[in-house]
């Protein structure tokens, strides 16, 4: 059974930093591209970030220097370091796998599993 926990939500400042997490489990992580996206109350799902089996990066403008996407496949675990945060980042946070495996992209691509999200609130 595939399983995505996100991890590392909380409370922070404008211009904080947090480091969210995403244990993966029940597939052959390194095999498959993985995205962040998030959802803010009242709108829709927002990719924000991807990494390619091969570790090759991609973001959303919006989010471009700010929020930095890495994987550990040895430890089947997806991170996403996110400083300067603004107050328009709270949302919950997930972490979603692709459809398939091997699967390569410059963007968001076709969506598999998601996890259950981990809250992010950005206030003074």
């Known amino acids: 059974e595939v399983q995505l926990v996100e991890s590392g939500g909380g409370v922070a400042q404008p211009g904080g930093s947090l480091r969210l997490s995403c244990a993966a489990s029940?597939?052959?992580?390194?095999?498959?591209?993985m995205s962040w996206v998030r959802q803010a109350p009242g709108k829709g799902l927002e990719w924000l970030s991807r990494i390619n089996y091969d570790g090759s990066t991609y973001y959303v403008d919006s989010v471009k220097g700010r929020f930095t996407i890495s994987r550990d496949n040895a430890k089947n675990t997806l991170y996403l370091q996110l400083n300067s945060l603004k107050i328009e980042a709270t949302s919950m946070y997930y972490c979603q796998r692709d459809s398939r495996a091997g699967f390569w992209s410059s963007g968001s691509a076709s969506a598999g599993p998601r996890g259950q999200g981990t809250q992010v609130t950005v206030s003074s």
């Open positions: 029940g597939f052959t992580f390194r095999t498959y591209g």
